[in-house]
């Protein structure tokens, strides 16, 4: 069994900032990729930030430069730093994670948090 919980989410006013918390425990072999996702009421879920073992981030335009996605390997963690928030970033964000539970299949699977709600108010 793998859970990821998530943490961090609240209101904030706009211009505020958020930090974004994201634990995997359980039968965890290895971790892959780390993410996070988030939908807004009608709309589709979104890519907002991935970062792989290695270090590599990615991030959707219009976050960047104000979004920080960053990740303890050691706990397991992924955190995103959430700063200059606007009213179009309310939504419930994700966590995602890419990973084994074992290292002799070469399976991979992806693992999906409960969702925080982050709402920011003009």
């Known amino acids: 069994q793998v859970q990821l919980v998530e943490s961090g989410g609240g209101v904030v006013q706009f211009g505020g900032s958020l930090r974004l918390s994201c634990a995997a425990s359980?039968?965890?072999?290895?971790?892959?990729?780390m993410g996070w996702y988030r939908q807004a009421p009608v709309k589709q879920r979104e890519l907002v930030a991935l970062?792989?073992?290695?270090?590599?981030?990615n991030y959707v335009d219009s976050v960047k430069g104000r979004f920080t996605i960053s990740r303890d390997n050691a706990k397991n963690t992924v955190y995103l730093q959430m700063n200059s928030l606007k009213p179009e970033d309310t939504a419930v964000y994700y966590c995602?994670?890419?990973?084994?539970?074992?290292?002799?299949?070469?399976?991979?699977?992806?693992?999906w948090g409960q969702g925080t709600q982050v709402t920011v108010s003009s």
């Open positions: 995602n994670a890419d990973l084994s539970t074992d290292g002799n299949s070469g399976r991979r699977y992806a693992y």
């Open positions: 970062t792989t073992s290695s270090g590599t981030t």
């Open positions: 359980g039968s965890i072999f290895s971790i892959y990729g």
